[in-house]
């Protein structure tokens, strides 16, 4: 072979193509395979029943389909031509594609052949590497093949249709037909296949040898050799780490044992003319039960290697082999790999401390980085590949590990770290290879005697682009680029590895050494990322997802894992990887379980820390319990009972340990509850802070913010709660306290009120939730007021011509007599309003708490937002005045108008309805409000109270709700909101002066009461004034009123005789 052709065979192209060509291949028959096995993503033409005739026919006569004398059989086919047709062109030139790569790759290898290529892992690193992957790639196309079942009715029906709609078949279907049946038994066609090419496999193969050695020690092993210790020679830790291969020491175990066990399958012979060989081979036998094929598609070495050889004369030996290496794999590779991850997480926790305290050891020791990196996600996918296919083992705890989160934990900040530091490594490398690699390699081409032209120009271009590298591109972030630099190597071991090349690679240890060292130096520069992939990706797990739900669980259950339980939800930002461009219709799915996953995770973690919370919360309430008067009684009685002298109490009656007796302990080993409800808090939360956030495909996931939703849920869930017993009357509002109140009922279980409203606890739920948690909060207020005015609206309607009659006409006593008892569910208007206040009242507990925490935390920001509030004025441009007073909300500062109420109202408006109908139905909701007053003067509960300073119906919670409500409406279709309330107030004056005229005492039983809704009215809006008041309900009636109020209740209070 003359040397031009050497260069002519682009070997170094070819392989890179292929393999890439391949891995996409091997994608697509998976996804068809999947899509196939499932009912709900096969073509649907598959599940029809008239449809079975016809798939039959086909996989009986393939490839020798005739529709012409098949019509009877292929009727239904015929009618649905067009769409199978459609549905199977993607599925059909998928086969065709595999066939296309087996003849190119067939191509490839002859011509490798002929060429007498030297394969050396240790030399041609880049060359070996491709051949190997290729080899594998293809036989596992092959084996994939042959497990899409429906392979044959798939092609066969394209076939059919294509003739129907054409008039003739596809040009490729004779080939690819043949292909089909000639891999019927897709090993035993593989093996006569390789078996030319056994020379060269076997050779590449062998250089394996002493590599796969090193990669498969046990753990013991690893300890003695002190495996990834930066310290235990200090004196050499700044050396730089290397060998003579670098990309070796951090190549893939697994892909070894996939090279080693598919490579020795198919060229077989070699196993017993080779000792070397059949060592090798035994060795990889006893590591692993499967290997995988693609994804969760693996290959059962010992049973596939003995059903293959079974068929073989004289392989009886072989069999006994596989029999015998099975027995040792299922009996110790278990523990095996169980040692090493122990290892590994002690070693790594270990190296990432060093270095993130050190980080500037990462330009020396960054190949340590990558092969721990390596060395883990070896064992997390070996782990992966046989907890989910291992069904029977005498020891199955060797085959699950409740503490690889702390695995997938640190493998996570390895990478964290380097992604961090990343200026470090190219700091380090670039002086590294402009004034060592640089100066090494020059020195060695001058050293060679033979040096042809092509190879000549390579080398010299690798010195000039690595001699102009300086420090300063590193500083101006200027980005790199080697991937030339890399690709020129790999063709240059493609020359030098061919049996007739001048120049040879084997011949040349120096060249090899240096090339291979700058290769990992260059992609310190630019390709980091790129390598953090190659080592450590994960998404294996996307197609293990009841594994993976399942690790997770025990995670949650191993109290000393809880910290590294946000591992799981990060390893799903690995899951883009496992997508390919060659099958597109893929990323959809990957995406949704990676999200989903995702979401599943991290809201796992924040309801568990809630429930921590609320358990944590129960068990102080207990502990306070405790200390209430009733408890010291049984104290109080032993003490006097001694000092009498008096018998003690019954043997068997328990002694009560006094408040305080948990926090005495002997040691720390005694543990209570709360310890251990304090402790998973901390753990879990610490994980969910450990990252502030973090890509999954295009989403941007917030770990803390799940922790924050589900505080909102279920504090929104107590919200309800409180509101419904204030709803119910079992909770009044103090406004004097600033706190809901309970009101004790007997026989009824005692509820404090006031231990969950009070300001302290307000400040303590806006320092929990936080500003968005506020808003939530808010948000949901919002939400049951809107449901309330829904329902006011209806009301209104209903009542709308007589509510008209009596706005027109509420100075004319006779015909208001006659108009009010036409109005129908006045007492549903008060409670509603009455909620309405309730919550309106409770939101402004929450907001006053926010404004105490907020100008704790941020004083600067507080005094501009109250400057700039007390700048609004009336004539102000109201779309401007919301947006201040919607920032002054934000912050805890009450206003005039709330904005987030009039968002909530303004989105209650319809289509439907006219914006002066919505403006007549607010005018008349205050009409009605303003008649219906006096009817709260019969109820026995409206009575005003000076201890809470306020009714026992909440009524006091009206004025509020009116005031507010009011301003928000008329906001919204901007009206003057004083107008309004004037007509309120004057409305409602006019309903509670009647009540003096009225005969009936049940009637006026609570009239002064009722009477000082008037001055809470004025007292809540800064719309009106006693001035105004003063003009319709003259304030003596309100000064009376407070004075029989006042000696009323100083009557209650005077002992019975």
């Known amino acids: 072979m003359s040397l031009p052709s050497v260069y002519q065979h682009k070997f170094a192209e070819k392989l890179t193509i292929l393999n890439e060509r391949g891995k996409g291949v091997l994608v697509r028959m998976y996804n068809i395979k999947k899509t196939c096995m499932d009912s709900r993503t096969k073509p649907s033409f598959f599940t029809e029943k008239t449809m079975e005739s016809s798939i039959k026919y086909i996989n009986k006569k393939f490839p020798n389909l005739d529709t012409r004398s098949g019509t009877q059989h292929l009727g239904p086919v015929h009618k649905e031509k067009a769409d199978i047709f459609r549905a199977l062109t993607s599925y059909y030139q998928t086969f065709v594609d595999v066939m296309e790569f087996r003849d190119h790759v067939y191509e490839l290898l002859n011509t490798?052949?002929?060429?007498?290529?030297?394969?050396?892992?240790?030399?041609?690193?880049?060359?070996?590497?491709?051949?190997?992957?290729?080899?594998?790639?293809?036989?596992?196309?092959?084996?994939?093949?042959?497990?899409?079942?429906?392979?044959?009715?798939?092609?066969?029906?394209?076939?059919?249709?294509?003739?129907?709609?054409?008039?003739?078949?596809?040009?490729?279907?004779?080939?690819?037909?043949?292909?089909?049946?000639?891999?019927?038994?897709?090993?035993?066609?593989?093996?006569?296949?390789?078996?030319?090419?056994?020379?060269?496999?076997?050779?590449?193969?062998?250089?394996?040898?002493?590599?796969?050695?090193?990669?498969?020690?046990?753990?013991?092993?690893?300890?003695?050799?002190?495996?990834?210790?930066?310290?235990?020679?200090?004196?050499?830790?700044?050396?730089?780490?290397?060998?003579?291969?670098?990309?070796?020491?951090?190549?893939?175990?697994?892909?070894?044992?996939?090279?080693?066990?598919?490579?020795?399958?198919?060229?077989?012979?070699?196993?017993?003319?080779?000792?070397?060989?059949?060592?090798?081979?035994?060795?990889?036998?006893?590591?692993?039960?499967?290997?995988?094929?693609?994804?969760?598609?693996?290959?059962?070495?010992?049973?596939?290697?003995?059903?293959?050889?079974?068929?073989?004369?004289?392989?009886?030996?072989?069999?006994?082999?596989?029999?015998?290496?099975?027995?040792?794999?299922?009996?110790?590779?278990?523990?095996?790999?169980?040692?090493?991850?122990?290892?590994?997480?002690?070693?790594?926790?270990?190296?990432?401390?060093?270095?993130?305290?050190?980080?500037?050891?990462?330009?020396?020791?960054?190949?340590?980085?990558?092969?721990?990196?390596?060395?883990?996600?070896?064992e997390v996918t070996w782990l992966c590949r046989h907890s989910e296919h291992v069904s029977k083992s005498k020891n199955p705890e060797e085959f699950t590990d409740s503490y690889l989160a702390e695995l997938l934990f640190l493998m996570e900040k390895l990478r964290r770290l380097v992604r961090r530091h990343q200026n470090i490594l190219q700091r380090y490398h670039v002086q590294y290879l402009s004034h060592f690699d640089a100066q090494v390699l020059s020195n060695i081409i001058q050293d060679l005697t033979v040096c042809p032209e092509e190879e000549s120009v390579i080398m010299s271009s690798f010195v000039n682009s690595l001699s102009s590298l300086t420090i300063k591109q590193v500083e101006e972030k200027k980005k790199f680029e080697f991937s030339g630099l890399r690709l020129d190597w790999f063709r240059l071991q493609a020359y030098t590895s061919v049996s007739k090349a001048p120049l040879q690679l084997r011949e040349n240890h120096d060249i090899a050494k240096v090339m291979n060292l700058i290769v990992f130096h260059t992609k310190m520069l630019d390709s980091v990322e790129d390598l953090m992939v190659e080592t450590s990706d994960v998404s294996i797990f996307c197609f293990y997802v009841r594994l993976l739900e399942k690790l997770f669980a025990s995670t949650m259950e191993e109290p000393s894992m809880l910290r590294y339980s946000i591992a799981f939800p990060l390893l799903c930002a690995d899951f883009s990887h496992a997508s390919h461009p060659l099958c597109p219709e893929e990323y959809p799915h990957l995406q949704s379980c990676a999200l989903g996953l995702c979401n599943n995770f991290l809201e796992e973690m924040a309801k568990q820390a809630c429930t921590c919370i609320l358990d944590a919360s129960a068990e102080q309430r207990n502990l306070s319990e405790q200390l209430l008067p009733k408890h010291c009684a049984a104290t109080i009685s032993k003490a006097r009972n001694k000092r009498t002298q008096k018998a003690s109490a019954k043997k068997g009656e328990p002694e009560r340990d006094k408040p305080g007796a948990e926090s005495h302990r002997k040691d720390r080993s005694l543990v209570t509850n709360l310890d251990k409800l304090h402790l998973t808090l901390t753990e879990i939360c610490w994980s969910l802070n450990n990252v502030t956030s973090f890509a999954v495909f295009e989403h941007t996931v917030t770990p803390a913010e799940y922790l924050n939703s589900q505080l909102e849920t279920r504090l929104s869930r107590y919200l309800e709660s409180l509101l419904r017993q204030a709803s119910m009357g079992s909770i009044v509002l103090s406004p004097s306290m600033q706190t809901f109140v309970s009101i004790p009922k007997e026989g009824e279980q005692t509820f404090s009120a006031e231990e969950f409203s009070d300001v302290s606890e307000m400040r303590a739920l806006a320092e929990l939730l936080g500003p968005y948690g506020m808003k939530f909060l808010s948000d949901n207020l919002m939400w049951h007021i809107t449901s309330q005015m829904v329902e006011l609206k209806k009301l209104v309607t209903e009542n709308m011509d007589v509510l008209v009659q009596i706005r027109s006409n509420f100075y004319q006593p006779e015909q208001m007599a006659a108009l009010l008892p036409r109005l129908t569910a006045t007492e549903n208007v008060l409670k509603r309003m009455t909620i309405i206040g309730e919550i309106l009242w409770f939101r402004s507990l929450a907001q006053e708490g926010l404004r105490e925490v907020f100008t704790n935390h941020c004083p600067f920001l507080m005094g501009p937002i109250e400057s700039l509030k007390e700048f609004v004025d009336p004539d102000m441009d109201i779309k401007v005045t919301l947006s201040i007073f919607e920032l002054a909300t934000a912050a805890g500062v009450p206003c005039d108008i709330d904005p987030a109420l009039v968002s909530a109202l303004s989105s209650l408006k319809k289509d439907s309805s006219s914006t002066e109908e919505d403006y007549k139905a607010a005018c008349l909701l205050?009409?009605?409000?303003?008649?219906?007053?006096?009817?709260?003067?019969?109820?026995?509960?409206?009575?005003?109270?000076?201890?809470?300073?306020?009714?026992?119906?909440?009524?006091?919670?009206?004025?509020?709700?009116?005031?507010?409500?009011?301003?928000?409406?008329?906001?919204?279709?901007?009206?003057?909101?004083?107008?309004?309330?004037?007509?309120?107030?004057?409305?409602?004056?006019?309903?509670?002066?009647?009540?003096?005229?009225?005969?009936?005492?049940?009637?006026?039983?609570?009239?002064?009461?009722?009477?000082?809704?008037?001055?809470?009215?004025?007292?809540?809006?800064?719309?009106?004034?006693?001035?105004?008041?003063?003009?319709c309900f003259p304030y003596v009636l309100l000064r009376n009123a407070y004075r029989e109020i006042s000696r009323s209740s100083a009557l209650s209070r005077l002992p019975t005789h």
Not at 118 to 125: A, G, Q, T, V
Not at 131 to 146: H, M, P
Not at 960 to 976: C, D, P, R, W
């Open 926 to 1031: 205050l009409v009605f409000v303003a008649v219906s007053l006096p009817l709260l003067a019969t109820d026995p509960s409206s009575v005003y109270t000076t201890e809470i300073d306020g009714f026992f119906n909440n009524i006091h919670c009206l004025a509020k709700a009116i005031i507010q409500v009011s301003a928000a409406l008329f906001t919204i279709y901007n009206k003057n909101i004083e107008t309004h309330l004037k007509e309120f107030l004057m409305l409602a004056s006019v309903s509670l002066l009647q009540l003096g005229q009225e005969a009936d005492r049940l009637k006026t039983k609570n009239r002064e009461s009722i009477s000082l809704l008037m001055q809470l009215l004025v007292e809540e809006s800064s719309f009106l004034t006693t001035d105004m008041l003063e003009t």
């Open 112 to 378: 490798m052949d002929a060429s007498l290529c030297h394969f050396d892992i240790h030399l041609n690193y880049d060359f070996t590497k491709n051949y190997l992957d290729l080899i594998v790639t293809y036989a596992s196309a092959i084996l994939l093949l042959s497990r899409i079942d429906d392979r044959k009715a798939l092609i066969g029906l394209y076939q059919c249709t294509h003739e129907m709609i054409h008039g003739s078949g596809d040009a490729s279907f004779p080939r690819l037909g043949q292909m089909i049946l000639e891999y019927e038994n897709p090993l035993r066609k593989l093996m006569e296949e390789f078996g030319p090419h056994t020379k060269a496999v076997s050779n590449a193969l062998l250089s394996l040898h002493f590599l796969f050695a090193r990669r498969n020690h046990s753990a013991d092993q690893w300890r003695s050799d002190q495996l990834f210790s930066l310290i235990n020679n200090p004196a050499n830790m700044l050396a730089p780490a290397s060998s003579d291969t670098m990309a070796c020491e951090y190549l893939s175990l697994e892909v070894l044992e996939r090279w080693i066990v598919i490579g020795f399958l198919l060229c077989h012979s070699c196993l017993g003319s080779t000792q070397s060989c059949l060592d090798l081979w035994r060795a990889a036998l006893r590591g692993s039960l499967y290997i995988a094929l693609i994804r969760d598609e693996v290959l059962s070495i010992h049973k596939v290697a003995e059903e293959a050889f079974s068929s073989i004369k004289g392989y009886g030996k072989r069999i006994a082999d596989i029999k015998e290496c099975k027995e040792h794999a299922v009996a110790n590779s278990g523990q095996l790999h169980r040692g090493r991850r122990h290892f590994l997480r002690n070693a790594v926790r270990e190296m990432e401390t060093i270095l993130a305290n050190e980080p500037g050891l990462l330009g020396p020791k960054a190949v340590y980085v990558f092969m721990a990196l390596s060395f883990c996600r070896d």
